[in-house]
């Protein structure tokens, strides 16, 4: 049986409107997130903590390790479409969904080229001079607040990347070293701005490693530590709101494998394993989804037309409908779409990407 895709939920429960609720909160009652906003309504500070990777399912299944987060944990929102952290860190700094903002994937097309959006690169090389940051993203952060740029702490490694010049401009960027600095870091901003945002990346990167055993419950141990941290170095009356890009599914080395008469058609692919865009001939797109039927037990399968239609990007006008592909293979099973020009993705333990529960639930944590 095949199940519903689950899509994004941008008109309330969803990441794109958490930073509006934090630093803009109107009083009337339908605003979106209304249990977020009456929960930090006291606060003279917010901080807001982005736990890369750490999927709600994944959260309630190992609440023993992050008492903290688990006793402040509201409603779980939705993360956006695709479930990856490129488009979903732009859509939560922007407050837009990815149709709008132009940052629809992992990789995504940009006419002849293949854009991977976390480097910023095509091909390996770095493609902030042909591919300017500040045009491919088109929306305006909402990283402004009270007339300057609120501070955000991560680390320094991605200070000048093309990604942070496409989700970050305006924002006040503040380095640090490692995980152990992070908390310091926060708190000396708070010192001198209302709101503070932070990300941490490494629950993400022990899941796509080693998948989500062992390490990936150690590493949600050590963010729980952080939020501890955190917590003890901050004001009482600052709250300190959690959540995260998307969650995750353990799928190894499980793949989807495409009928060969379909690869054969495929003039390249974009997107990441568990939202695979196919890039076809116009004269072959109509075989193409035929004989992708046999593949319908383990994906959805859609047309770009499809996708479009469904409002899982939101509203896509016709320069960021070009960026995608012609046919989507969506996986709703643990596996992945190999891109036989990503021979490295392979070394992927955990994934994400697709539309279900797993990882398109988010937690939203208020402590």
């Known amino acids: 049986m095949v199940p519903a895709s689950l899509l994004p939920d941008y008109q309330d429960r969803c990441l794109t409107n958490v930073l509006g609720a934090i630093v803009a909160p109107p009083r009337h009652l339908d605003a979106p997130l ?146 152990n600095a992070m908390s310091a870091a926060v708190a000396a901003a708070l010192d001198e701005a209302p709101v503070v945002l932070c990300y941490h990346d490494a629950i993400d990167k022990v899941a796509h490693a080693e998948g989500l055993g062992d390490a990936y419950e150690a590493a949600i141990a050590r963010a729980e530590q952080l939020i501890v941290d955190l917590r003890r170095q901050v004001s009482d009356d600052t709250a300190i709101v959690i959540t995260s890009d998307h969650g995750q599914v353990d799928v190894g080395a499980t793949t989807v494998e495409l009928p060969r008469r379909v690869t054969s058609m495929v003039d390249r692919m974009s997107g990441e394993g568990r939202f695979r865009w196919l890039h076809v001939p116009v004269g072959d797109r109509a075989d193409v989804i035929e004989l992708l039927d046999e593949v319908r037990v383990t994906c959805w399968v859609m047309s770009r037309r499809e996708v479009i239609a469904s409002g899982m990007l939101g509203e896509v006008d016709d320069e960021v409908a070009e960026r995608l592909g012609d046919v989507a293979v969506i996986p709703f099973v643990d596996a992945f779409v190999p891109d036989p020009a990503e021979p490295n993705e392979v070394r992927m333990k955990s994934r994400h990407g697709s539309l279900t529960p797993a990882e398109m639930y988010v937690p939203l944590s208020v402590c």
């Open 34 to 179: 209304a249990d977020l906003r009456s929960a930090i309504a006291g606060a003279a500070k917010v901080v807001m903590v982005v736990l890369d990777g750490l999927g709600d399912l994944q959260l309630v299944d190992r609440a023993s390790l992050a008492p903290t987060i688990h006793a402040g944990r509201l409603e779980p929102i939705t993360s956006v479409a695709p479930t990856t952290t490129a488009a979903a860190l732009t859509s939560m700094t922007t407050g837009m969904a990815p149709g709008q903002h132009g940052i629809v994937g992992y990789r995504f097309a940009m006419g002849p080229s293949i854009l991977q959006a976390l480097r910023w690169s095509v091909e390996d090389r770095d493609a902030q001079r042909a591919l300017p940051p500040e045009r491919v993203q088109r929306s305006t952060p909402q990283l402004r607040h009270r007339g300057r740029g609120i501070p955000y702490v991560a680390k320094k490694q991605f200070a000048t990347s093309g990604f942070t010049k496409a989700h970050l401009r305006g924002a006040e960027y503040v380095g640090v070293d490692d995980v």
